[in-house]
C-alpha cells in the first residue's frame, strides 16, 4: 500500500495563477482532508471530506475549492493564486467512526510544498 | 471555537534527561491525537487517546489525558537524540466530525 499520495511534491506560481492540488489515497478511506502548515502555526484545515461527492468547509477555506469526485481522490483547487497561499500543504485520509472504531487517527502525505510569486 | 494550546513552543534538553509537553483544550472533546513531524517530512501519528484518563506508551514516550482539566500531557523519559522532532497535539471537534484542530506545535531538540 502506497497509504496516502500527493502530487506535485513542490510548485512555484505567479500571483494570479491557478493549479490544482492531488491527492490519493489506496486505504478505501472515507473521510479526506486538506491542511496547510505554515511556520509557528500548526496545521489548519482547508476543507473536508467525510465521503465521496461531499465536501465541508474547514477553518481557512477562502480562496480554494476542492472536489471529491472518487473515493480515493481528493483535490485542492487555487483559482488564482496569492502570495499568502505560500505554504505546505498535507493531504490526509481517516477510516469510517464507526461504533466500535477507537484506533483511527489521520493519516498523512508527504506534503506539497507551494510558492507564490 | 475550539483552541489547542501546547507549551513549551520549544525544548531542548540534554540526553538522559525527562520533560513534559502540555496540551490544553477550550471545549469538550473525548478525542486528543498526538502527531510527531521531523524537518521536512509528514505527520506520523504517535497516540490516539480516547477517554478520560487514558494512558499510552510507547518506548520513551507517554501520553495521557485529563477531559475534566481538558488536558494532555507527552511524557519524555530518559531523552535520546533520535526523539527530536516537532510534537503535536491535535484535538476533535465535539459532534463526532473528526475535524481536528492542532496546536501549533513544540519543536524538541535534544543534546547529546
Redesign the interface.
Given at each position: 500500500n502506497a497509504g496516502v499520495t500527493q502530487t506535485p511534491k513542490f510548485q512555484v506560481l505567479k500571483t494570479g495563477q491557478s493549479m490544482t492540488l492531488q491527492c490519493a489515497q489506496d486505504m478505501n478511506h472515507n473521510?479526506m482532508?486538506w491542511?496547510r502548515q505554515d511556520p509557528?502555526?500548526?496545521?489548519?484545515?482547508i476543507y473536508?471530506s467525510?465521503s465521496e461527492g461531499t465536501t465541508?468547509k474547514?477553518?481557512v477555506p477562502d480562496g480554494y475549492n476542492v472536489s471529491r469526485l472518487k473515493k480515493q481522490n481528493f483535490l485542492l483547487g487555487l483559482e488564482s493564486a496569492a502570495p499568502s497561499q505560500t505554504s505546505v500543504y498535507?493531504c490526509?485520509s481517516?477510516q469510517d467512526?464507526g461504533r466500535w472504531t477507537?484506533?483511527?487517527?489521520?493519516?498523512?502525505?508527504?506534503?506539497t510544498r507551494l510558492t507564490v510569486l | 471555537e475550539l483552541k489547542v494550546e501546547q507549551n513549551p513552543l520549544f525544548l531542548s534538553m540534554q540526553e538522559g534527561k525527562n520533560y513534559t509537553i502540555y496540551c490544553n483544550y477550550s471545549t469538550t472533546s473525548d478525542r486528543l491525537y498526538w502527531y510527531r513531524q521531523d524537518p521536512g517530512k509528514s505527520l506520523e501519528s504517535l497516540f490516539v487517546l480516547l477517554s478520560n484518563g487514558a494512558v499510552k506508551q510507547e518506548g520513551r514516550l507517554m501520553a495521557s489525558l485529563d477531559t475534566k482539566a481538558r488536558l494532555s500531557t507527552l511524557h519524555i523519559t530518559a531523552a535520546v537524540h533520535d526523539l527530536s522532532a516537532t510534537y503535536f497535539c491535535a484535538v476533535e471537534s465535539r459532534g463526532g466530525s473528526e475535524k481536528l484542530v492542532f496546536g501549533k506545535g513544540t519543536k524538541l531538540t535534544v543534546n547529546p
Open positions: 473521510s482532508y491542511y509557528g502555526m500548526g496545521l489548519r484545515l473536508y467525510a465541508d474547514g477553518e498535507f490526509a481517516s467512526r477507537y484506533t483511527d487517527t489521520q493519516y498523512f502525505g508527504p506534503g | -
